[in-house]
């Protein structure tokens, strides 16, 4: 399991998430990891990628593919972002199916989202990636506010609700780190440390633990 979460303002956008991540092995024994879900694709494009931990390896390469592409526009970054995921999530579900079979925990699921100086009206922009349909397929859709993977509603409401006079995205830290750090206490399923960054239209910036 994991926890990822952001949410827009007018200013910016403010992403966040835990560390921990569960795999198994070829003999079929669970591992608990600690990796990295916050990546920065672009100076002005990050990803979450929650789930399974090959998420990470997964968006690695696609900032690898983007910079080799020279693709830096966030419009550009959203149409290679699906099919370029959809095709490593598949490869992985082939790899993974041939030894073990499925499990939740091999599921994925990413929050892209970054800054468009081309988009005048919404230059800032959330997408959520998943396989709303079926594995390992995935599907894109636009995320109007706040949004978190598990669902946090209350949070997201919280969110939405201060992200509408916040002047920087950074003005719902307060809301959103002492969240997480109860469940971390709460849980075993959700472990710093947290990664928490913003998008302004200066570009990305990592926020301090």
């Known amino acids: 399991m994991s926890q990822i979460l952001a949410c827009k303002t007018e200013s910016g956008i403010i992403f966040a998430a835990d560390s921990r991540a569960v ?10 990891l600690q990796i990295t879900r916050l990546i920065q694709l672009t100076p002005h494009a990050a990803i979450l990628a929650g789930g ?22 966030l ?18 579900m082939r790899k993974t199916c041939a030894f073990l079979p499925v499990d939740p925990v091999h599921h994925v699921h990413f929050i ?3 800054y468009s100086a081309r988009n005048a009206r ?3 922009q959330l997408y959520l ?34 992200a509408r006079s916040a002047k920087s995205p950074l003005d719902l830290l307060p809301d959103i780190r002492p969240h997480l750090e109860r469940q971390a206490a709460a849980s075993e399923d959700i472990a710093g440390p947290f990664a928490i960054g913003v998008i302004t239209r200066t570009g ?4 301090p633990a």
């Open 23 to 32: 795999d198994f092995t070829p003999q079929g024994e669970m591992v608990s």
């Open 52 to 73: 399974a931990a090959a998420g990470e390896h997964m968006c690695r390469s696609l900032k690898a593919f983007l910079a080799e592409e020279k693709l830096t526009d």
């Open 75 to 92: 419009t550009e970054v959203c149409n290679a972002a699906l099919p370029f995921l959809a095709g490593e999530y598949e490869r992985f």
């Open 112 to 114: 892209l989202g970054g």
């Open 122 to 124: 919404s230059p800032f």
């Open 129 to 162: 990636i998943w396989t709303r349909k079926s594995l390992p397929r995935l599907d894109i859709d636009e995320i109007a506010s706040a949004f978190s993977v598990p669902r946090l509603i209350s949070l997201e409401y919280r969110l939405a609700q201060a």
């Open 204 to 207: 990305f910036e990592k926020v």
